[in-house]
């Protein structure tokens, strides 16, 4: 009888040492594996980029209007957005041939280089008009320009590049 009562005695310990081992484990955070610790947290940053159906709703979008060549380096598919964020406003158009970007056209109000490319490059200045714009390339190909005129800022980004007279060309023809 005595042997028993000690082996229950015993269980009735050991369940209790176990019981007290896992709430233990479920009050302290800082010892729970990473995986039982994840709270999920939906907080995004909002995008400020909407999309319009034509460059008229873009303009309206915008507040300003925006002249674009019909097709940049054979590619006449456009995609137009508006950013607006912190006050600031900036139309954008993209020239896609399906999933490839071809080109990017940018323009907004101020002085700032609004191109949103960090890539070092080799630049150069040139005059188109009566504009000084800054032409960047790579491996002899001009991927990127800006310039300001008339209170906007500009920016043309080309992936393939250009010629320096092509990019020349294409500034022509936005405003």
Known sequence: ???????????????????????????????????????????????????????????????????IPDEIDGCSEKTFRVMNADGETMLEVIYADGETEIARVRKAP????ISGDNNAYDAQTITVGDMTVTMKSADGLVKLAIWQDGGYTYAVSVETGLSADAMAELVSQIR
């Open 110 to 113: 101020g002085a700032d280089d």
């Open 1 to 67: 009888m005595k042997k028993v009562f000690a082996f229950v005695l015993t269980a009735a310990m050991l369940l209790s040492l176990a019981a007290c081992s896992t709430a233990a484990k479920t009050d302290r955070t800082d010892e729970t594996p990473a995986a039982e610790q994840t709270e999920t947290d939906n907080t995004q940053i909002p995008n400020p980029w909407t999309d319009h159906a034509s460059l008229d709703e873009a303009e309206k979008a915008a507040g300003f209007d925006c002249t």
